[in-house]
């Protein structure tokens, strides 16, 4: 049974990505609307989903909670104060850009600085009193006491490129402005458009397709009988 289930997911993994790179759209159904498109603006759950069509993580985690390689491949603590990750070799930006260590110093700084936030990612960072660049592709984080958690507290939020977002404010990321992925959009006023070809970083990115539509709006949106007159391709 378990080899039936393997094969069974590796055979719809070949098919939904083939689907997916023939396709010229990918509508996803959401069951809300987030409160805005910047990923380090609102901890709440529509804003989460939407910002991982678009960027990705340090660290993932798996149906059962446990942390797995994202667009760091491995992390321990080098001190009792100090936390080590290993970058992932190879990942650029949609811009063609390359994925440093710059990127995740500025996303650790940037997130507390966020104005206005209702609910932020503060507390994933807020223990950190370093971040020390070793290399290009190795980051420290330095703590004033031990902090276990720091691993899990990096599956929490999104990176952003330093080059797109330095300067860039909440506004301009909902304008499509500032996004390391290219990102056309009519929010607040309509949907929102993500145009990228392997989502908005190369090496690991989900979605493959040429553009995505994500559709949300005040009024429910009904899913119709026949899947093949539904106007979403996911929900």
Known sequence: MRKLLISFVVLMSL???ASFAMAKDLTLGLKGEPTSLDPHFHNVTSNNQMAIYVFDKLILQDERQKMQPGLAVSWKPVADTVWEF???????????SPFTAEDV??????IPTVPNSPSSFTFAVSAITEVEIVDPLTVR????????????????FTIVSKKAAEGKTTEDFNSGAAPSAPVRTSWPNGPVVTRSSTNAMTSIGAARCLSSVSSFGPSPMTVPASPRSSPVTLI
């Open 15 to 17: 098919v939904l990505g």
């Open 105 to 110: 110093k500025y996303t650790i700084e940037r």
């Open 141 to 156: 984080v330095h703590t004033e006491k031990p902090s276990p958690l720091m691993p899990r507290n990096f599956a929490a």
């Open 86 to 96: 290993k970058l992932r070799e190879g990942v650029k930006f949609h811009d063609g």
